[in-house]
């Protein structure tokens, strides 16, 4: 069987990680999905990599990924009236997105993954192997939002649209974290034989 480093690899692997510095942009775990990240790191065959509980962003785009811009984000619900505060200072072209929760995982074994999948999959439809090598699985949300708000000075909607677009945001970011913590209490009871 395919497995992770070997034992010994794999707990130096999962010590190494979970001592490591926090090196995202926001500098700190979300907190609606601390609880889930303790589930999965307190048992012995899986240790998370990365992890985002779900977020609303106008983002500024650039030609490459590394010349986009944050305008504006909150792994909470929106302000509209910040946002919209935010976007008529902005020039470029800006985007309303918001962005399910994502989660990588890396596991002891195949068979390790295998069960992580199948308690992902009862949920989430967009879960699976990213790595052979590191044994590594990522798990995506599917309730997401993208469109154009802006190009340039120009608003592509009114205010009204926007306001329908912020609401809609919001609504699927609520569905969002409804889904977190049902995968949350399902692992409760699946991983609590293996740690």
Known sequence: ?????????????????LSRIDKSKKGSIDKRIKQLLSIINKTKDYF??????????????????????????????????????????????????????????????????????????KIYKRAGIISLKKLSIEIMGSDFLETPVKLGDRLLVDEECFGILVKEANKKLKSNWKKTKEFEENLKNTLKLSR
């Open 1 to 17: 069987m395919l497995e992770n480093q070997g034992v010994v690899g794999f707990d130096n692997l999962k010590k190494t990680a």
């Open 48 to 121: 998370t990599t990365s992890s985002c509980s779900g977020r609303i962003v106008l983002l500024k785009k650039g030609r490459r990924k590394d010349q986009c811009e944050w305008i504006y984000t909150s792994h909470d619900l929106a302000d509209e009236k910040e946002m919209r505060q935010r976007l008529s200072e902005a020039k470029g072209n800006i985007f309303l997105k918001m962005e399910s929760m994502i989660l990588h995982v890396s596991c002891r074994t195949l068979k390790d993954a295998d069960k992580l999948l199948k308690e992902a999959r």
